[in-house]
């Protein structure tokens, strides 16, 4: 993975390449393939970022705290349909 600068802070580059992202995210997923739930206490908080970053690459739109969900899911799911 390239450093474009990460953050004393979090550690975190300002951004990945596509392939890392992928790459990360599938990391994380594989953890909790694996290990169900304690797969997902080892995942790394870029793993998580990057599997939030892939579901809305994706096209899974950002449900804010505090919002109704059902909207947005029937309207996301109803795009899944062939």
């Given at each position: 993975?390239?450093?474009?600068?990460a953050?004393?802070a979090?550690?975190?580059?300002?951004r990945?390449t596509?392939?890392?992202?992928?790459?990360?995210?599938?990391?994380?997923v594989?953890?909790?393939?694996a290990l169900?739930p304690?797969?997902a206490?080892?995942?790394?908080?870029?793993e998580?970022?990057?599997?939030?970053?892939?579901l809305?690459?994706?096209?899974?739109?950002?449900?804010p705290p505090?919002t109704?969900?059902?909207?947005?899911?029937?309207?996301?799911?109803?795009?899944?349909?062939?």
């Amino acid at each position: 993975m390239k450093d474009n600068g990460a953050t004393a802070a979090t550690g975190m580059s300002d951004r990945w390449t596509e392939t890392d992202m992928v790459t990360l995210a599938a990391r994380g997923v594989g953890k909790v393939d694996a290990l169900g739930p304690r797969g997902a206490t080892l995942c790394s908080v870029a793993e998580i970022e990057a599997m939030a970053g892939l579901l809305a690459v994706l096209g899974l739109p950002p449900i804010p705290p505090g919002t109704a969900a059902e909207i947005i899911v029937t309207q996301f799911m109803k795009g899944l349909k062939p």
